[in-house]
């Protein structure tokens, strides 16, 4: 950071997971002064000196990150001007310009240049098919319609293989890429996976530190585990596709010379959750429960906490489709902690987190803990937009007070979620009516009972207790027409005894 005199006051830094990015300022009096002297505007007179300022011009730019450089571009342009019709020079001149520039403003250039590179050399050259492959490869990705440049590459490579077979993993692997993206082309990219697959997998791996980042296995392994995982998620075979992602997710750190593959190695925890929301919607719920929470201990690692905490709070949710509710239990535990990590995290999300962690503790049998997560659940939700949700929630606490003797409270709970869900749950009214019952106010539990019997006709519980309640009214005619409704709907009940006993003793 300079001030408006040219004086560095600071520096501007971003740390990467890899390294640094360091920021150099320069007052642009300077660069006016640069661009009018004598060396910005030299003509380049040699093929030598052209080629040798194409190699100082890559200390210069940052080319390789994807930005500008019509510097660059000119030198390459009069190095190929000077080169002739000397095939040599030819590809002296295109594989420095490419080495240097090949994701400035002039790749298409690059990519005639070294198409006709390659028609000089003919089929079986390797520098010459290096730099015509690579180039076609990185137009494609870059195109917003790589269709025929697609097609070149294979049709190139295919031919390449021919002339010269080949055994090099990368070669497989730009095929395999090549024929991902033409339709009709799965089984020569299956192919070329696994041709690709076969040397890769025989490249040794540093067990850790720095030496992992340049190795060649960890490159391979990151860039066919992730061909896998395209190829097989485009074809819905899942468990395939997340044994790629598995690969590559295991030697991530590893750094690839490819900036295209650096930048989707670096969305590995997206494709994560992408494979998990795959699994979810064919109905398998603990691997996307599984999938989700290896996104979020990716964004973990990475410290992104807001990525972080939505791919755990998805693993419990997921989990608990699954009835696993243990995994339930600990990725929803682990949800809420990490929302407090997140500014304004999503409410509606946790609101359910803490909904699903109440149903686990109900059936465990642990009503404390339902009332701990039914009240931040209430909390958290919206009565207008989560009527539902919350309607099931008022159900387990009240279903919870009701096991804590509070049956005033539990009573109020049920009330609060039957308006919440227009009365239309029936295990609501039942809720309501043992609340009732519990406070022996027979006529209120009756008329709960009555309508969990009506909403759920083969609910046997609600027949025997609105009997109970008549009976306590003192209406044994209509109290003994109800028994008779459960023994016919639950005949080898375990209340058959002592009610044909009791309606033995009325003469009924």
């Known amino acids: 950071m300079l001030t408006a005199d040219g004086k560095v006051v600071g520096l501007v830094r971003m740390t990467l997971r890899t390294g640094q990015n360091l920021n150099f300022a320069v007052p642009v009096e300077a660069i006016r002064a640069f661009l009018a002297g004598d060396v910005a505007q030299r003509s380049v007179e040699t093929f030598q000196e052209a080629i040798q300022l194409l190699a100082q011009e890559s200390g210069l730019s940052f080319a390789s990150e994807g930005l500008s450089d019509p510097r660059g571009c ?20 295109t594989s420095t310009a490419w080495k240097h520039f090949r994701v400035t403003d002039c790749l298409d250039e690059h990519l005639g240049w070294a198409r006709k590179t390659y028609l000089m050399f003919g089929a079986g050259h390797e520098e010459s098919f290096a730099l015509y492959s690579a180039a076609l490869m990185a137009g494609a990705r870059r195109a917003s319609d790589g ?5 070149e590459a294979v049709q190139a490579m295919e031919q390449e293989d021919k002339v010269r077979p080949r055994a090099d993993w990368r070669f497989w692997a730009d095929l395999a890429e090549a024929a991902e993206n033409l339709p009709g082309m799965g089984a ?62 295991n030697v991530r750190e590893t750094q690839s010379e490819d900036f295209e593959l650096s930048r989707w190695l670096a969305g590995l925890e997206e494709h994560w959750l992408a494979l998990a929301n795959s699994y979810f919607q064919v109905g398998r719920f603990a691997d996307a429960s599984n999938a989700a929470a290896t996104a979020a ?24 489709r699954a009835h696993n509710d243990d995994d ?99 295990s609501t009214h039942f809720v309501a009516g043992s609340a009732a019952f519990d406070l022996r106010d027979f006529t209120t539990a009756e008329r709960y ?55 033995h003793e009325w003469g009924m």
């Open 328 to 426: 339930a239990l600990r990725h929803g535990r682990d949800c809420i902690a990490l929302s407090n990590r997140v500014e304004n995290p999503d409410t509606l999300l946790l609101g359910i987190i803490h909904a699903s962690l109440s149903r686990i503790f109900q059936a465990r049998g642990l009503p404390d803990q339902v009332l701990v997560h039914t009240q931040q659940a209430l909390a958290l939700l919206d009565p207008e937009k989560n009527r539902s949700l919350m309607g099931s929630v008022l159900e387990k606490r009240a279903s919870a007070l009701l096991d804590l003797q509070r049956p005033s409270e539990a009573l109020a709970a049920a009330q609060e979620a039957l308006q919440l869900t227009d009365g239309s749950d029936a």
């Open 188 to 249: 020569t990219a299956e192919h070329a996976l696994e041709r690709a697959a076969a040397p890769c997998m025989q490249l040794a791996l540093p067990s850790d530190g720095p030496e992992l980042q340049a190795n060649e296995g960890g490159q391979c392994r990151n860039r066919i585990g992730l061909l896998v995982f395209a190829h097989f998620s485009a074809q819905g075979k899942l468990d395939a596709a997340r044994a790629g992602l598995g690969i590559a997710t």
């Open 297 to 320: 201990d990716l964004w973990v690692e990475l410290g992104t906490w807001h990525s972080a905490f939505e791919a755990r709070c998805a693993a419990a949710f997921y989990a608990g």
């Open 449 to 503: 009972f009555r309508k969990a019997a009506e909403l759920n006709p083969s609910n046997s519980a609600a027949l025997y207790n609105v009997a109970l309640c008549l009976e306590n009214r003192g209406f044994r005619s209509d109290a003994a027409l109800w028994y008779r409704k459960y023994l016919k709907l639950a005949p080898n009940g375990e209340k058959r005894p002592a009610i044909e006993k009791t309606l």
């Open 74 to 93: 000119a030198l390459a342009r009069s190095a190929i001007s000077m080169a002739g019709s000397d095939k040599e020079r030819w590809l002296q001149a």
């Open 147 to 151: 269709t025929d440049l697609w097609r």
